[in-house]
């Protein structure tokens, strides 16, 4: 399934949670070619915040993507407050909420690196670009190597127009 | 002392690196894998990109995974 990003920022920024964009959607709103199919974000951990983020999907079918069907699984505070960092199948698309994410901590750590823009019809926060390369040097996968490239060229570019 | 106020301790700059800002880890270009990779990137795409406000690149986004969405299945069916 393809996820739905303007209805998913939708229903993330209307209740009010607090969450920055990171991953695929990040880079391509940084200027990135790539296309993504997931939206990954880091939510903050408060538990207010938790509560919010518990609230807000649950009418949206949230399940632990790759998991054999029929486990009992429940989405809500409890859940999300027991775990860290989850990778959902939801009606709107994969969704995955990282409480901590490598080389850059929790939410408060990565806020300092973030701006909040528009975009998808709404306002929120995102990841910026020197620290979302950061990101995915820090997760060491193969398959960013060709992203990390493109991310580091659209650093440069920047950089020269900005003299 | 304890774990916490060690960490805000100036002894703590005697024995780590030097800091480093996102910026100047972002920059490491010398990673020699990632020159490679960069040479087979098509930068006209980022150009045209990069001439797009955010707005206007999440809405590229949007129209991309629509694309997909719609021609997926029926890419699947004619491989029935």
């Known amino acids: 399934m393809v996820t739905d990003f303007e209805q998913a920022m939708r229903v993330l920024t209307g209740d009010g949670i607090e969450f920055i964009v990171i991953g695929g959607v990040a880079g391509a709103l940084h200027g990135s070619a790539f296309i993504t199919q ?3 974000v880091v939510y903050s951990r408060e538990r ?6 518990a609230t807000a999907l649950q009418s949206h079918q949230p399940y632990l993507r790759g998991a054999p069907e029929g486990l009992p699984f429940r989405w809500d505070e409890a859940t999300i407050r027991n775990g860290l960092n989850f990778t959902l199948t939801t009606s709107l698309g994969d969704l995955d909420l990282l409480g901590e994410v490598a080389g850059g901590g929790n939410y408060s750590d990565l806020s300092p690196h973030s701006q909040e823009v528009g975009g998808f019809g709404v306002r929120f926060r995102l990841v910026n670009l020197e ?4 990101l995915k040097r820090a997760a060491g996968r193969p398959k960013d190597l060709a992203v990390i490239a493109e991310l580091q060229g659209i650093l440069e570019r920047r950089k020269q127009r900005e003299g | 002392m304890d774990y916490d106020e060690f960490m805000k301790s100036p002894a703590l700059r005697e024995v780590a690196p030097p800091y480093q800002t996102d910026a100047d880890l972002a920059a490491e270009a010398a990673d020699p894998v990632v020159e490679v990779f960069k040479r087979d990137i098509d930068f006209t795409l980022v150009e045209k ?9 999440a809405q590229q986004l949007v129209n991309a995974t629509r694309f997909i969405a719609r021609f997926r299945p029926l890419v699947a069916d004619g491989q029935r």
């Open chain 1, 48 to 53: 207010e915040n938790i509560r919010r983020l």
């Open chain 2, 49 to 57: 990109n990069l001439r797009l406000t955010t707005e206007q690149r």
């Open chain 1, 131 to 134: 620290k979302l390369i950061v």
């Open chain 1, 38 to 40: 997931d939206l990954d």
